[in-house]
Structure formats: C-alpha cells, structure tokens
C-alpha cells in the first residue's frame, strides 16, 4: 500500500471510536489527497488541543479554561448539580438545551467485576461541594445500566443524609442504553421527567 507513515497513520485512525481498519483507511486518503486543506488543520487542532484542554477542577469538565465555561458562567443556575458518569454524558446533556445548572463528572461508575469503587471516582469532590453549601439539588444522571443503577444507589445512600434533595433522569432512558447516544428529545424529556430517587 504506502510507506510506514501511511501505515501508521491508518493505525491511529483505526483507533478512534466508531473507526476501524477500513474507514481508517478511507480518511487517510482523503487527508493526503488534500494535506494542506485537511490534513494540516487537523493536525494543529490536535496539537492545540493537546496543549490546552485540561479537566476543569471544579466539575471535571474538559476546556481549556478552569473553572470551565459551565461552571464560570453566572447565568446558570449554581443550585442545581448534574451527575454525569462522564464528560460525553456533559456534553450530551448540553448538546440537548434544557438544563442550565452545574455539572459534576463521576469518571465511571461503581463495578465490582472490574473492580471499580468509591475510590476510583470523583465522589470526594462531589460530596465536598454539596457539603459546603448552595446546592439545592443532586440531579442522577447515569445511565440506565446495572452499573449505573448500583452507582446511583450508592450516591443517594451518601447524599441524602446531607440533607439536600436527590433526583434521578427518568423516562426516556433505555435500560442498558448510554447518555451520550441518546436523541437530544429523548434526552430532554429523561432530565424534565427525574424523579426523587
């Protein structure tokens, strides 16, 4: 086929998500057909990005500022915190439109068959800031899978006693199905219909 550059740019391709070996291949070539309009741009996006993107300290968002975009912004609503198991969750909810509050970004969820507990994700940090005040609401955003259920469960057994209000995203969300391949109305009317979990 080509040289070892070809073929290692077909291999990285070949990794990313909804890729393979095939549509690795397809993309290289369009790149390299036009390196300067494509492949150039590309390239420095990675680059800048790689440079500058960062998880926000706050909610473990990833910008290239922190506190993030969300959580700096005064026009939403700062009472409100939407747990995600991770940031495609976020940006998946954002994408949707319908909730303005604060995010908080669990990085998994509990599995005892891979052995993931508490200390694996970011429940510190989230339990910190519900216990130093202003949140009105812990919003359970994970998705509909026994992981996710397990992990929802844990939470509230840990949040409630803090004395603030803990919902969970209702209909719309397909048992086994992830947030962030959801429709953005399926979505919507998952987080409009939480109920107290």
């Known amino acids: 086929m080509g040289g070892p550059e070809i073929e290692r ?19 290289a070539l369009r790149m390299l057909q036009e390196p300067e309009a494509r492949m150039m741009p590309l390239a420095n996006a990675l680059i800048e990005a790689a440079r500058a993107v960062r998880p926000c300290s706050l909610c473990g968002n990833l910008d290239s500022r922190d506190p993030c975009a969300i959580c700096a912004d005064p026009h939403r609503d ?7 198991e991770g940031v495609g969750d976020l940006w998946a909810l954002e994408r949707a439109s319908v909730y303005r509050g604060l ?14 507990g508490p200390q694996d994700l970011s429940v510190g940090p989230l339990l910190a800031r519900v216990e130093g005040g202003g949140v009105g609401e812990v919003i359970l955003a994970l998705g509909a899978t ?52």
Do not use: E, N
């Open 9 to 27: 740019l077909i291999g990285l391709l070949a990794k990313l998500p909804g890729f393979g070996p095939r549509s690795g291949r397809r993309a």
């Open 78 to 84: 700062h009472s409100l915190v939407c747990v995600v």
């Open 103 to 116: 995010y908080h970004v669990l990085g998994g969820t509990l599995s005892p068959l891979a052995g993931i």
């Open 146 to 197: 026994v992981d996710g259920a397990t992990t929802a469960h844990w939470l509230t057994d840990r949040l409630k006693p803090l004395g603030v209000p803990v919902t969970r995203v209702a209909q719309g969300v397909p048992i086994g199905g992830a947030l962030d391949v959801l429709d953005d109305g399926t979505l919507a009317a998952a987080l409009r219909a939480r109920r107290p979990s």
